[in-house]
């Protein structure tokens, strides 16, 4: 069954994912705000770039996804967000020198251990049913595990710091492992993206079918990413978020 991917550029990139227990919205991470509202386009926009992302948004994205954006409109978004910095919502960014590599010991013990210890934030800039504008903040070394975006197209902009970015699309058609009761516990995956983003750089885009529908996050450095996602996850509309482990099939790599 799997004879037809035994191709040797491919062997090193094809990997069973596993789906986790954990499903639902990304919820592992702590919530805030940047302004004094969660939907501040809406109510109190700080920056004419964030209120014109928000109506490119508003006018192009629809709750079923359909029709998906188009080249044109993917390239638009995307200049636009290339364009916004972190002083345009309402933010500066934070330093590199977090003591990494110095040790924990001194004077210092306490605030550093605090400090490595931060969660990662986030916020809603605006949310809909067609499409969500948020933050993600992340600490140095902290990581979002790898999780899809069933039906969505997903814009990624990092703000400041670096952040290493792993990636996978499904094999299609699905190739799938079945557990000890007949059911799938497992399907196959190709390698699409293992890279490292460091601002100022190009927005990254995901799509449903390619560009790494399924990633992990990395923070090398203190940094932030502003993502669009759309449309948005919707458990009644087929769009759960599912956290996955991955590693290498055996039966390609031998």
Same mark, same amino acid.
């Given at each position: 069954?799997?004879?037809?991917?035994?191709?040797?550029?491919d062997?090193?990139?094809?990997?069973?994912?596993?789906a986790?227990?954990?499903q639902?919205s990304?919820s592992p991470?702590?919530?805030?705000?940047f302004?004094?509202?969660?939907?501040?386009?809406?109510?109190?926009?700080s /920056?004419?770039? +964030?209120? *014109?992302?928000?109506?490119l948004?508003?006018?192009?994205? %629809?709750?079923?996804?359909?029709?998906p =954006? $188009?080249?044109?409109?993917?390239?638009?978004i995307?200049?636009?967000?290339?364009s916004?910095?972190?002083?345009?919502?309402?933010m500066?960014?934070?330093?590199?020198?977090?003591d990494?590599?110095?040790?924990?010991?001194?004077?210092?013990?306490?605030?550093?251990?605090?400090?490595?210890?931060?969660?990662?934030?986030?916020?809603?800039?605006?949310?809909c049913?067609s499409?969500?504008?948020?933050?993600?903040?992340f600490p140095t070394?902290?990581v979002i595990?790898?999780?899809?975006?069933?039906?969505?197209t997903?814009?990624?902009?990092v703000?400041?710091? /670096?952040?290493h +970015?792993? *990636?996978?699309?499904?094999?299609?058609?699905?190739v799938? %492992?079945?557990?000890?009761d007949?059911? =799938? $516990?497992?399907?196959l995956a190709k390698f699409?993206?293992d890279?490292?983003l460091?601002a100022?750089?190009?927005?990254?885009?995901?799509?449903?079918?390619?560009?790494?529908?399924l990633?992990?996050?990395?923070?090398?450095?203190?940094?932030?990413v502003?993502?669009?996602?759309?449309?948005?996850?919707?458990?009644?509309?087929?769009?759960?978020?599912?956290?996955?482990?991955d590693?290498?099939?055996?039966?390609?790599?031998k």
């Amino acid at each position: 069954m799997l004879s037809k991917f035994q191709i040797a550029v491919d062997k090193a990139r094809m990997l069973f994912l596993g789906a986790r227990k954990t499903q639902g919205s990304l919820s592992p991470f702590t919530q805030c705000s940047f302004s004094s509202s969660a939907n501040m386009v809406e109510h109190q926009s700080s /920056s004419s770039k +964030v209120q *014109a992302l928000y109506e490119l948004c508003k006018s192009t994205f %629809s709750s079923s996804g359909l029709p998906p =954006p $188009s080249s044109a409109v993917v390239q638009k978004i995307c200049s636009l967000l290339d364009s916004i910095s972190p002083a345009d919502v309402g933010m500066k960014e934070e330093t590199s020198d977090d003591d990494r590599g110095h040790g924990i010991f001194g004077l210092q013990r306490l605030s550093r251990v605090a400090k490595w210890s931060q969660p990662i934030t986030y916020t809603d800039v605006y949310e809909c049913d067609s499409f969500t504008i948020c933050i993600f903040c992340f600490p140095t070394s902290s990581v979002i595990p790898l999780h899809d975006h069933p039906g969505m197209t997903v814009f990624s902009k990092v703000l400041y710091g /670096s952040l290493h +970015v792993k *990636a996978y699309d499904w094999v299609e058609p699905a190739v799938l %492992s079945k557990n000890k009761d007949g059911f =799938p $516990s497992e399907r196959l995956a190709k390698f699409a993206v293992d890279k490292v983003l460091t601002a100022p750089c190009g927005t990254s885009v995901l799509y449903p079918n390619a560009g790494g529908n399924l990633h992990c996050f990395t923070a090398l450095t203190p940094c932030a990413v502003l993502d669009i996602l759309t449309p948005t996850y919707n458990e009644q509309a087929g769009r759960k978020c599912t956290y996955y482990h991955d590693y290498p099939d055996s039966t390609l790599c031998k």
